[in-house]
């Protein structure tokens, strides 16, 4: 069964900083997808970046990089120079290939909170 | 502007009294599906469809239906609430029915149910 743990349930940093989520991941697929989520205080749920399992590039977006790693199962986000709007829930989230229903599988989210 | 659409976006009801979420989505999308979300549970699939005419149960459907009509419509029905389906829900879309895409969500709505 897959599974996705995200093991900061709160992170809190000051304006400027670097903070990096965690994201484990569990599957007994070859083939997988990753993808992390926002939810800011408004609530809604807003996509940030896909990964496939065949794709261990890591990406550098602005201030969000991702780094993905098979080895330790590992889909960990970045952001570089925090601020006050990133405040939100991030959520990791897994989908097998074979999975029915196209479900994503989501982490608990990890509250971060930027202070100024 | 693309979107995914929910309404209402907040409603308090009472037990036994049915009440229809609506979700829309204008970008043609194939796929479309209905989440929850609780506190120490994260989100969690209840129904999706895979086309008109094509639904199928998520991980917790109880106390639910749906229906899929039209390619663009999938509302939520709730035929007689309880307090335990007092929850954020999701409606999410996307353009086929593999894994490998991307699923958009609505902005959610907040049901009380008392």
């Known amino acids: 069964a897959q599974k996705v743990t995200q093991a900061q349930t709160e992170i809190s940093v000051v304006e400027k900083e670097d903070v990096t989520l965690d994201c484990v991941y569990e599957?007994?697929?070859?083939?997988?997808?990753l993808f992390w989520y926002k939810q800011p205080p408004s609530g809604e749920l807003v996509f940030l970046i896909r990964?496939?399992?065949?794709?261990?590039q890591n990406e550098i977006s602005g201030r969000y990089s991702w780094n993905f790693q098979k080895s330790t199962s590992s889909f960990n986000f970045t952001i570089t120079a925090s601020q006050v709007v990133d405040s939100a829930v991030y959520f990791c989230?897994?989908?097998?290939?074979?999975?029915?229903?196209?479900?994503?599988?989501f982490g608990e989210g990890t509250q971060l909170t930027v202070n100024p | 502007e693309a979107q995914v659409t929910q309404n209402p976006r907040y409603l308090i009801t009472v037990t036994g009294k049915k009440l229809t979420v609506t979700c829309s989505q204008n970008m043609n999308h194939e796929y479309m599906s209905w989440y929850r979300q609780d506190p120490g549970l994260g989100l969690r699939q209840i129904y999706y469809s895979m086309n008109v005419e094509v639904t199928d149960k998520g991980d917790v459907p109880e106390g639910y239906k749906v229906s899929r009509k039209e390619k663009r419509n999938f509302p939520l029905i709730l035929e007689s609430p309880s307090p335990n389906q007092t929850s954020l829900y999701f409606c999410a879309s996307s353009l086929r029915t593999v894994s490998t895409d991307t699923q958009y969500f609505g902005p959610g709505t907040r049901l009380t149910v008392l």
């Open positions: 990964r496939n399992s065949f794709d261990e």
């Open positions: 989230a897994l989908s097998e290939r074979e999975t029915s229903g196209s479900r994503l599988t």
């Open positions: 599957t007994r697929d070859t083939t997988y997808y």
